[in-house]
């Protein structure tokens, strides 16, 4: 016969607001522009976000439950070793520039930071990773080097360019007026300094429309020719 009841009560609002937190933190890793995964201290891939599907070319479902070698050069799997290593001792990795593997077989550069993954007692269980492909970055730095080095020779050239005729300006001018040409010579004189004032001219034009044309300034006349 039933006389009565008995009820237990349970608090959930930590439970709900663990739930929260943790829906919002695999939602920001989900919809992070790098890849993001973790995996166990032998190597064992335990998550893998949309960034890195994108970024290797390999599904969280090709990828979980497999070793994270999958997507190291096999000449580089002496870094993954070395990594473990570190993570094991509880220290971290920021930024390390390395080669890794696309699905395709394609190579590519990437900054990777690597975190111990911790329980509540301070037990290392695991590994969290940040990839950001940086072969972009590196292609633009490469450009830039390039252009300064192209730019560098382009100054050499000028300066060489611009001092031969220079020399020969100031050279027959200083004689001209310390007097040390004579009647005969003058005129000779006088054709040298034209020829080389009006070919530094020239070459004072050129630079002139070489910045005209980088910064988009150059104005063409456009007609009829044969």
């Not at 009560?9 to 992070?32: G, P, Q, V």
């Not at 973790?38 to 064992?44: F, I, T, Y």
């Not at 310390?178 to 020239?202: F, K, M, P, S, V």
Request: with cysteine; proline share 1%; glycine share 6%.
């Amino acid at each position: 016969e039933v006389y009565g009841f008995s009820r237990i009560a349970r608090d959930l609002t930590e439970r709900r607001a663990l739930e929260r937190n943790a829906f919002h933190l695999a939602a920001l890793i989900d919809s992070a522009e790098d890849a993001i995964a973790s995996k166990d201290l032998d190597g064992v891939v335990q998550t893998w976000n949309k960034a890195a599907e994108r970024m290797f070319g390999y599904s969280a479902s090709e990828m979980i439950g497999t070793s994270i070698r999958r997507i190291i050069p096999r000449e580089r799997w002496h870094e993954e070793d070395e990594v473990l290593a570190r993570i094991r001792s509880g220290r971290s990795i920021e930024h390390f520039e390395t080669i890794r593997q696309r699905k395709d077989g394609s190579l590519f550069e990437i900054s990777l930071s690597v975190s111990p993954i911790k329980t509540t007692t301070g037990a290392i269980i695991g590994a969290s990773k940040i990839a950001r492909d940086i072969t972009q970055q590196h292609r633009l730095a490469r450009e830039a080097e390039e252009a300064n080095r192209v730019k560098d020779e382009f100054l050499a050239m000028l300066s060489h360019e611009l001092r031969t005729p220079l020399n020969a300006v100031l050279g027959y001018t200083r004689m001209l007026r310390d007097g040390h040409l004579g009647a005969d010579r003058r005129e000779r004189a006088i054709d040298t300094i034209e020829r080389n004032a009006n070919l530094l001219a020239q070459l004072v034009a050129d630079v002139l429309d070489v910045s005209s044309i980088v910064t988009g300034k150059v104005r063409l006349r456009m007609g009829t020719c044969d």
